[in-house]
């Protein structure tokens, strides 16, 4: 079993769609939650950064973290055409970029 | 401000051929990482350098070489390519090793034929 489970999509929605992102993983000492953007034949970019469970709320951005459930969501109000980007949960337990878990993305297409 | 800056951003080896990925930072951060990332597989780390002078294995290590050339620089070497090492490559970089916050290149795409 993987540490980070991450549905691939592909997901497409109309443009001004409420989306919802989500990653399950099965260790509990995960306490850091990021969500990276990718756009295509681009490295990855810190979207979001959350600790511990609750929500955290950045524009049109809110990134929900669960952690009885080991599930984390990113929602994205009022979709643009520029969100279209491959999305990309991590997290890490033990604090330190090396031990970091990334999920395999999810791609997303907002359609104008 | 370019960021984290990786050359080159496309490559083709033949299978046995040699290699160096470059990457250069210019926000004076401690640490930096070398990843591969594969369909399916997700972000997988090769290498990191926690500060100047130090070097450590990660999850998928084999086949590689680094080299932190400065505080500015760390470079990726494959020694003998392999099929298996056809992947895109980003080098990222961090404030401090304790710092979960990756800042990232655009990627070296890399074929071994």
């Known amino acids: 079993q993987k540490e980070v489970e991450q549905d691939p999509g592909p997901l497409s929605v109309p443009e001004g769609a409420i989306v919802s992102l989500n990653c399950t993983y099965s260790?509990?000492?995960?306490?850091?939650f990021m969500w990276y953007r990718q756009y295509s034949r681009k490295g990855p970019e810190l979207l979001m950064y959350t600790y511990s469970s609750g929500n955290k709320e950045d524009g049109r951005f809110t990134a929900q973290v669960d952690k009885s459930s080991k599930y984390i969501s990113l929602f994205i109000r009022d979709s643009q055409p520029s969100d279209s980007a491959t999305y990309l949960c991590?997290?890490?337990?033990?604090?330190?970029?090396?031990?970091?878990?990334f999920g395999t993305g999810t791609r997303l297409t907002v359609i104008p | 401000n370019a960021g984290v800056t990786q050359t080159p951003k496309f490559q083709v080896l033949k299978t046995g051929q040699s290699m160096t990925l470059q990457c250069a930072q210019d926000?004076?951060?401690?640490?930096m990482y070398w990843y591969r990332q594969d369909p399916g597989m997700g972000l997988r780390l090769i290498y990191y350098?926690?500060?100047?002078?130090?070097?450590d294995k990660g999850e998928v290590p084999n086949g590689y070489n680094v080299s932190r050339l400065n505080k500015r620089e760390f470079s990726l070497r494959l020694e003998s390519a392999a099929p298996s090492q056809t992947s895109v490559y980003f080098c990222a970089s961090s404030r401090q090793s304790t710092n979960e916050k990756l800042f990232f290149g655009s990627g070296t795409q890399l074929s071994v034929l």
């Open positions: 350098s926690a500060s100047e002078g130090t070097t």
């Open positions: 991590a997290m890490v337990g033990i604090t330190g970029a090396n031990n970091l878990f």
């Open positions: 260790n509990s000492a995960f306490q850091y």
């Open positions: 926000m004076n951060h401690n640490s």
